[in-house]
């Protein structure tokens, strides 16, 4: 059984830069996208970043797009969420995630994920 844990959460102010780290244990995530997710209080859960198999699969929500990159290293079975010029509306609980089969791609739908962590808050202030 995968478990995951992210790191990396804080309070910061707006234009601040954050990186999450999601390091899984109890099974190797190599062969697997991992993905990033968040949900702010009274909002579902919302797609961020999702990295595949290959360098350079990766996927963005518009939100986050060419602030956010996102990146894995498989030797420490990690996953990284490099946040920068964050915003406000950036503050959310993120979640990481591993896919639950094989997909070759960076899936954005919650359903293509079956392992997921824990959380870790940020929030951004303006």
């Known amino acids: 059984q995968v478990q995951l844990v992210e790191s990396g959460g804080g309070l910061v102010q707006a234009g601040d830069s954050l990186r999450l780290s999601c390091v899984a244990s109890?099974?190797?995530?190599?062969?697997?996208?991992m993905g990033w997710f968040r949900q702010s209080p009274g909002k579902e859960r919302e797609f961020v970043a999702a990295?595949?198999?290959?360098?350079?699969?990766?996927n963005y929500a518009d939100s986050v797009k060419g602030r956010f990159t996102i990146s894995r290293d498989n030797a420490k079975n990690t996953a990284y969420l490099q946040m920068n010029s964050l915003k406000p509306e950036d503050t959310a609980v993120y979640y990481c995630?591993?896919?639950?089969?094989?997909?070759?791609?960076?899936?954005?739908?919650?359903?293509?994920?079956?392992?997921w962590g824990q959380g870790t808050q940020v929030t951004v202030s303006s």
């Open positions: 995630a591993v896919e639950r089969s094989r997909s070759w791609g960076a899936p954005r739908m919650e359903s293509a994920y079956a392992y």
């Open positions: 109890g099974g190797t995530v190599s062969g697997y996208a």
């Open positions: 990295i595949g198999l290959r360098t350079g699969s990766t």
